[in-house]
Structure formats: C-alpha cells, structure tokens
C-alpha cells in the first residue's frame, strides 16, 4: 500500500480523553510505523466545564514523542468549526478517520466533516465507540443522524454498536475488535507493583479500573463484596479511577466495606497503570451497559483473568471459563463468579490468556480501517 496522508480527528493529548485519548495516540503510532503521515487533530475545548465531570480536563503528563497533534477544535463554537474543518480540508488528508463516542459531539465533528467533504479529496472513516450513548439526553438521535451523514464508512469494536448504526444508515459499516493497550509499559513484578502502592504483596486483590460512573456497575460489585463467602475469602478490592459520579451515591457502602478496599480515586497516569494491573489477581468490569471496553485490553496487554458481565460487547472478548468468567450483571452472580475464581482456579489460564491477546494485534485493526477506507471509495 501506497503511504497514505491520514488526518485522525478526536482527543488526545494534553487533554485526558480517558482511553480515547490513549487509543488515538497509538493509532497514530501504528499507522506511523507503516510510513503513512499522520496528523491528529483535537480539541482545544472539549466540553464546557458544567458538562465536565472530572476535576480537570487537561493532563500534566509528557505529550507523546513523535506524533503531530494540533489542538484546533471548540467543541461549542460554531464558527470555529468551520474554521477547523477547512482548515483539515486545506491540508488534502487521504483519509480522514473520526472518533465518535457522544451525540454531544455530533454538531461539531459532523461540521467539520463536511467541510473536509466539499474538497472531494478525502475518504472519511468513523470508528464508532458508541451510536447510542449510555445516559441518554434530549437531541441525541438527531445529533448523531447529523453526524453520520458525512461519514464513507463505520468501523464498530462491538457487534452491539455495529448494530446500532444499521438502524441510522445503510453505509459500510464493519466490526473488528478492540486492539490491545499495548502502550502502558510492560507489566511488573507483583513485588514491585505492591510496593508502589503501598500494599502487602502476600494479599489477594480485585481491580476495579477507570473512570467511575453508573453505567460500569461499582455500586454491583459493592454491594458483591458483601457476600459472606467472599468476605471469607480475605480479598480486598482496589479502586482506581476518578469519580465521575456523585461519589455521595457510594458512601454508604464504601464505609461499611472500609476495611476492604483500596482507594485510588484520582486520575490515573499513564505511567502508572501498570502498577494496578501488575498487583491484581482479578479485574472485575461489573458493567450495567458497555458497547466495548478498552479495559478489557489492558488486562489482555498485562496478561490478567477478567471477570465481566453479559453485558454489549465484553463478552464478545473473555471466553468464559478460559480467560476469565462472563456473569449476569448483578451483585450474586458477580459474587458467584469472583468465588468461583478463586476456589476452582481455571486450567491453563496463563496459556489461554496469552494465546487470545494475539487476536488484538494493531496491525490487524488498521488492516480493517483500510478497507473500510477503501469501500468508501466504492473499492
């Protein structure tokens, strides 16, 4: 394949996009290490604060060495995006890949887009996180119809979202799964992860992992823990993501179970996920909803057993019984299935593991977002 000039327009640094954010950028790697020119282009206002969850938006970490970011867009500022949209036109990308994750974002970007569209030059690809968001809000139907109209092809990283834009259009639209999140470091010794945290390397511990809101099921897992076998079983469970939830929701059940958890509820760097990850026996993703979760793909990067629900795509991801236990999203059946974790330790789970995260290669994900860029083009 001919080198490509490749535009990919969505969250990155310094902004904390969260995994959005961090999958751009390594996007931009990959397509980098195949000789394509890769210019990302983000936001320099993302949400207005009142929309914000978080205590900050920006992060105070290192920007990434060797990628091009340009923080051009104003997520509220009409003008602006027209503005940044013929300024992406003006630069002739090839291919245009977009991120779409909220209908909120869908005036914006399906502006943007269109401009680039006027200069009948470049092909636009959206990876769609989600169509349909898990809070719903007035407008997002029509937000998103807004948004897609522009758009050549989709690429989904769940059958779920998949879908959902079949309901919307009748356009290319193509599933692959989420690649790993290879971009956090190699994993550590349990030793060292402990002393990181300040931990006792001799305990057992479940992760909970990212940022906190209703949807991904915290409260589910809490209220969990309460089971008697589990309290049996001397586990602590670590928490590390920042709330974006009223945290006055949680308070009763973080108290009762104060002894056996482990707080880290401030935003997690980069550099030091793989504490987390190296120090855990289980990451448990007791999710209500989910389309897919790149949370998934980090336990994959660092080798560690799942447990999620049956819930969008997770358990397209985790075989269940081999690299982890699938259950139904409530507090019994999570309790079923983390007890079952350790009292029925699953045959060959390190070999399992390690054979399925070869599934998630970035290489195989561009592949995919090449030909959906090529049936845009009608081929």
């Not at 051009?72 to 949209?85: E, M, Q, T």
């Not at 300040?198 to 949807?215: H, M, N, Q, S, V």
């Not at 076998?229 to 308070?251: H, M, P, T, V």
């Not at 504490?275 to 026996?281: G, L, P, R, V």
């Amino acid at each position: 394949m001919n080198p490509l000039k490749i535009a990919i327009i969505g969250p990155a640094h310094p902004l904390r996009g969260g995994g959005i954010s961090t999958f751009n950028e390594r996007l931009a790697e990959a397509l980098q290490q195949q000789g394509h020119s890769v210019t990302i282009y983000s936001f320099s206002l993302q949400y207005p604060s009142f929309l914000f969850p978080g205590k900050s938006q920006f992060t105070n970490e290192p920007a990434p060495m060797g990628l091009h970011i340009e923080s051009i867009i104003n997520s509220i500022h009409p003008l602006n995006w027209i503005v940044a949209g013929n300024r992406i036109k003006k630069s002739k990308p090839d291919l245009v890949i977009v991120r779409y994750w909220l209908p909120f974002m869908g005036p914006s970007l399906g502006t943007i887009l269109r401009r680039i569209k006027s200069g009948k030059h470049a092909r636009i690809v959206c990876i769609a996180d989600n169509v349909i968001p898990h809070e719903h809000r007035p407008g997002d139907r029509q937000f998103t119809k807004y948004f897609i109209k522009p758009v050549d092809a989709f690429v989904t990283m769940s059958k779920d979202v998949l879908k959902d834009i079949q309901h919307f259009t009748r356009k290319p639209a193509t599933f692959t799964p989420h690649p790993l999140y290879d971009n956090y470091g190699a994993g550590i010794s349990r030793e060292q992860a402990c002393a990181a945290l300040g931990i006792d390397p001799a305990g057992k511990y479940l992760l909970f992992f990212g940022f906190i809101r209703r949807y991904k099921g915290l409260d589910l897992l809490l209220q969990a823990l309460k089971d008697e076998r589990i309290a049996a079983l001397n586990l602590k469970l670590i928490i590390a993501g920042e709330f974006y939830d009223d945290r006055s929701s949680y308070e009763a059940d973080l108290e009762a179970l104060k002894d056996r958890l482990i707080l880290f509820t401030d935003f997690i760097p980069n550099d030091e996920v793989k504490n987390y990850f190296s120090a855990a026996d289980l990451v448990v993703q007791p999710y209500r909803s989910a389309t897919q979760s790149g949370i998934t793909q980090v336990a994959y990067h660092f080798e560690k057993p799942m447990l999620v629900t049956r819930v969008g795509g997770l358990h397209e991801v985790v075989q269940d019984g081999k690299t982890g236990f699938v259950t139904d999203p409530d507090p019994a059946a999570i309790a079923e299935g983390i007890v079952r974790f350790f009292e029925e330790p699953i045959p060959h789970l390190q070999q399992n593991l390690l054979e399925e995260k070869k599934k998630y290669s970035w290489d195989r994900f561009i592949d995919v977002l090449m030909q959906a860029g090529s049936l845009a083009k009608g081929g």
